[in-house]
């Protein structure tokens, strides 16, 4: 089985700044793609940062040039450096990760959801 766990999330002021980290555990023989979405109450899951295999990433319009996603492949972990947070970015945050192994499912492998909360 292929397990994603979370962590990172909590409250921050306006401005300020978190990171949100996500390792991939399992029978895990590669990874490809790894993203992070976000929802917030009320709305629909949105994709946050992409991040593919070569390395090129892209980020939805409104985080762009505060948002950073990167990730360690030696630790099979996906970041997502969040700064000049605001308090829209309040949601909980999942990553999706699409591998290769035992437990991995063709249509990615979702982690438990962290939640950020921005306000003062």
């Known amino acids: 089985q292929v397990q994603l766990v979370e962590s990172g999330g909590g409250l921050v002021q306006p401005g300020g700044s978190l990171r949100l980290s996500c390792a991939a555990s399992?029978?895990?023989?590669?990874?490809?793609?790894m993203h992070w979405y976000r929802q917030a109450p009320g709305k629909q899951r949105e994709l946050v940062a992409a991040?593919?295999?070569?390395?090129?990433?892209s980020y939805a319009d409104s985080v762009k040039g505060r948002f950073t996603i990167s990730r360690d492949n030696a630790k099979n972990t996906v970041y997502l450096q969040m700064n000049s947070l605001k308090p829209e970015d309040t949601a909980v945050y999942y990553c999706?990760?699409?591998?290769?192994?035992?437990?991995?499912?063709?249509?990615?492998?979702w982690g438990q959801g962290t939640q950020v909360t921005v306000s003062s």
């Open positions: 399992g029978s895990i023989f590669s990874i490809s793609a």
């Open positions: 991040l593919t295999s070569g390395g090129s990433t």
């Open positions: 999706k990760v699409w591998c290769s192994g035992n437990g991995c499912s063709t249509s990615g492998n």
